[in-house]
């Protein structure tokens, strides 16, 4: 299912214009969110999250205009992920100053795919992260590290890769943030390391010491991976899935309970 607005007007039958931006750019965001019986799970964060993303592009677009289009598409039926696209729309050749070309939308909603509790293997990934550029800041359409990290993670037997960053400090895996634990403690990467401010991270860490965990955020050296006990990811489709293991070193692959268990009553209110 697909919605497509370019151009200022509304039509999922009219051809995409081959000339737009996020096309031949990369100059777009996105956002992916988890959707049951028709509700975005975390709805305000994600639209909070797209809209201030795409103004760090110079791409203006409304809470508004984002939560009307999520109203007219989504309905009880639904339950499954929501993928809202915006570009800079289309122009001619290297013409990014044109204030007055309206930004084009793309909404796709797609049945859920994954088992979102079931354990991953990560290894590091060769391809480092750079945290001083925007794409590490903001979730862009500049995926190309993600899915060559991705691919390659898995010719070699993983489900997933670990992003280092220059000063080989762990960042996140190709499509979300990381929690590691070490000792009583749960720590995740700083956003100055390269992180995405994911949603779910954002919760997790507002959420969990409410709930007795203790999480802090700091950097984490590729060493002391070896040292961790425990680790889950989080993202806004899987929202908070365990690690098996870490470069063939295996881990206890299982959610700390007071996650799991205030996930499950999230989905449930919804």
């Known amino acids: 299912m697909l919605f497509l607005e370019q151009s200022g007007t509304q039509d999922s039958t ?12 990369g100059h777009g965001v996105f956002d992916t969110s988890l959707i049951i019986r028709g509700h ?18 110079g791409i203006n677009i409304s809470h508004q205009r984002i939560n009307d289009i999520t109203d007219t598409f989504l309905n009880e039926d639904h339950h499954g992920i ?3 696209t915006i570009t800079s729309g289309p122009a001619g050749r290297w013409n990014l100053d044109s204030p007055d070309i309206p930004p084009t939308i793309l909404v796709n909603f797609s049945p859920p795919t994954i ?23 903001h979730k862009t359409l500049a995926y190309t590290d993600n899915i060559v990290a991705l691919k390659a993670a898995r010719v070699d037997g993983y489900d997933d890769a670990i992003f280092l960053n220059s000063s080989n400090n762990v960042c996140c895996v190709t499509t979300a943030n990381l929690f590691l634990k070490f000792g009583d403690c749960w720590v995740t990467p700083p956003i100055l390391d390269g992180v995405l401010p994911g949603v779910m991270r954002h919760w997790i860490m507002h959420t969990g010491p409410t709930l007795g965990l203790q999480i802090t955020e700091r950097s984490i050296n590729e060493k002391e991976l070896q040292n961790v006990e425990s680790a889950f990811i989080t993202n806004s489709v899987r929202l908070a899935t365990p690690v098996s293991e870490i470069n063939d070193r295996k881990l206890h692959a299982e959610l700390p309970p007071e996650i799991k268990n205030t996930i499950t009553n999230l989905i449930k209110g919804m």
């Open 14 to 25: 009219r051809p995409f214009d081959l000339r737009d931006r996020g096309l031949l750019l």
């Open 40 to 57: 975005m799970i975390l709805r305000t964060e994600h639209i909070n999250r797209l809209v201030g993303d795409a103004a760090a592009l």
């Open 82 to 84: 929501l993928r809202i």
């Open 115 to 137: 088992n979102p509790l079931s354990p991953l293997s990560l290894h590091v990934s060769s391809i480092r992260r750079n945290n001083t550029s925007i794409t590490s800041r």
